[in-house]
T-cell receptor
Framework: KAGVTQTPRYLIKTRGQQVTLSCSPISGHRSVSWYQQTPGQGLQFLFE???????NKGNFPGRFSGRQFSNSRSEMNVSTLELGDSALYLC?????????????FGEGSWLTVV | AQTVTQSQPEMSVQEAETVTLSCTYD???????LFWYKQPPSRQMILVIRQEAYKQQNATENRFSVNFQKAAKSFSLKISDSQLGDAAMYFCAYRSANNDMRFGAGTRLTVKP
């Protein structure tokens, strides 16, 4: 069974631009969550989606948004990019919203803002 | 808010030896889950082991085991018979009943041949 797939894997954007990252969960998984990983702040939770609805949100500004489609695929968008948004963005999926479920991570999307 | 603390930024172990990675967390909740994830250079997070807070028995997965002390809010990971492939960043994570997930800062484990 295919794992969590994230695209693109690497991208470079300019300050002020926006970016959209995509995530395809493991087949049958309906919950998708996003995380930001930086050397300074570590791993931080962005948001979680289930049944096309945002169920949980971390402490990030409104420039960070996401959505989930009916096939459970998810996208996250960052508008008005800042240098500090340079990070590894990890997507993860799990079966449903049960907090004890194992969360499976993708390989991440490396975003560099210049 | 829940916080997760990994006090050892780096650890080193000789191949075939045993190493213990420390993790403490702070929470006022009684129902939660704890995880150890491994992040190799590829950066893909891989689940090592999970523990339900309501279970007193420590979780074990082959060479990996935990020492879960709920009252002390401690969740350490023991790796036995360390292998070169165990070298990675290890993250301790806490997940609340409402899916709020927090990670520690990580411990970089080096395995010496």
């Amino acid at each position: 069974k295919a794992g969590v797939t994230q695209t693109p894997r690497y991208l470079i954007k300019t300050r002020g631009q926006q970016v959209t990252l995509s995530c395809s969960p493991i087949s049958g998984h309906r919950s998708v969550s996003w995380y930001q990983q930086t050397p300074g702040q570590g791993l931080q939770f962005l948001f979680e989606y289930f049944s096309e609805t945002q169920r949980n949100k971390g402490n990030f500004p409104g420039r960070f948004s996401g959505r989930q489609f009916s096939n459970s695929r998810s996208e996250m968008n960052v508008s008005t990019l800042e240098l500090g948004d340079s990070a590894l963005y990890l997507c993860a999926s799990s079966l449903d919203l049960f907090s004890g479920n194992t969360i499976y991570f993708g390989e991440g999307s490396w975003l560099t803002v210049v | 808010a829940q916080t997760v603390t990994q006090s050892q930024p780096e650890m080193s172990v000789q191949e075939a030896e045993t190493v213990t990675l420390s993790c403490t967390y702070d929470t006022s909740e009684s129902d939660y889950y704890l995880f150890w994830y491994k992040q190799p250079p590829s950066r893909q997070m891989i689940l090592v082991i999970r523990q339900e807070a309501y279970k007193q028995q420590n979780a074990t997965e082959n060479r990996f085991s935990v020492n879960f002390q709920k009252a002390a809010k401690s969740f350490s990971l023991k790796i036995s018979d360390s292998q070169l492939g165990d070298a990675a960043m290890y993250f301790c994570a806490y997940r609340s009943a409402n899916n709020d997930m927090r990670f520690g800062a990580g411990t970089r484990l080096t395995v010496k041949p």
